[in-house]
C-alpha cells in the first residue's frame, strides 16, 4: 500500500508582493477645546526626516487638519492619509478630539493622501495602537520590528476598509530587480548607468520611473540602503567605524558619520552604543 502524503489546504503567493513599512512615531491623543497644535516642517526644505506619511483615524468628537493647500475636518470613524511636510496645523472643533495618528514611511503601497475616508473605529484597533506604542518605547530592535508589522496590519486594514488595494505597477518587475542588485552590491560604488543597464532603460528615463516607484533618486536609495547595512553591522559585529565605512565604499569615515547622522540622528558611535 502507497502512502500519499496530500495537502489538504494550502495557499499560494502568487504577487509575491514587496511591501515595506517603517514606523516613525504613534500617537493616542486626546486634544481638548480649543487645542491648535502647529508643525512647521512645511516651511522648511524636503529632507528625509519630514518625507513621511501620516495616518489620522478619529476615534471621538471633531478635529481639523490643515495642510498648505486644504483644510479637512475629520470626525468620528473618518480616517486621513496626510504628507507630515505638508501638514501646518491640528485643531479641535468644539470638544474634546480623540484620534490615532500613525506616522510611518513606506514603499510599493499606492496611498491616496489628502481625501477624507469613513472608516468605522474597530474595537481592537485602540489594543493595537497601545501595543504599537508599548513596543517601540522599548528601544529594542525587534519589538520595534513588531510594531512595524502590526502598523502593516493596521494600515492595510484600513486601505482594504475603503477599497484601496494595492494595484502592482508595469514597472514593479523591473525595480524588484534594481532593488535586488542593490542589496546585492550594497558594498561597491554603483552609479545610476549601472542600475538602467539592469532593467534595459536609458538613464533619463530610468530616474523618472525609478523615482515614481521608489518616492526618491537613485542615488538617495543607494545611500539609504548603506546606511541600513551599516547599522546592521554596528548593531551586531564589533568591526571598527572606520571599516564599515571603508567596506560600503564612502569617501571617508567623517562622510559616512555625517550621512549616517542625517539618517539616525545620531553618529554611528552613539548608534552602537544604544544596542
Known sequence: MINEYV?????????????SINLVSVYDSLAKPFFRGIYHDYKKELTRQNDFIGLVHCVKGKGKIATRGEEFVLEENQALFVHYHNCVCFSSEGGDWAFYTVWFRVNNLKIELDRVYDVAVTDGEKTTIERMIYLLNTNEYLNCCKANTLAQGLILDILSAVGKTEKESVYADSMKKVALYVSQH??????????????????????????????????????????????????????????????????????????????????????????
Open 7 to 19: 495537502f489538504d489546504k494550502y495557499g499560494l503567493n502568487h504577487h509575491e508582493i514587496d511591501i
Open 186 to 275: 550594497v558594498n561597491e560604488n554603483i552609479s545610476v548607468a549601472d542600475l538602467a543597464a539592469v532593467c534595459a532603460f536609458s538613464r533619463n528615463y530610468f530616474f523618472v520611473i525609478f523615482k515614481q516607484f521608489f518616492k526618491m533618486s537613485p542615488k538617495a536609495y543607494i545611500q539609504q540602503e548603506k546606511i541600513k547595512k551599516a547599522a546592521f553591522l554596528l548593531l551586531h559585529t564589533s568591526t571598527p567605524i572606520a571599516n564599515i565605512a571603508d567596506e560600503l565604499s564612502f569617501y571617508s569615515p567623517a562622510h559616512f558619520t555625517s550621512c549616517f547622522k542625517k539618517c539616525y540622528g545620531v553618529t554611528p558611535s552613539e548608534f552602537r552604543r544604544q544596542k
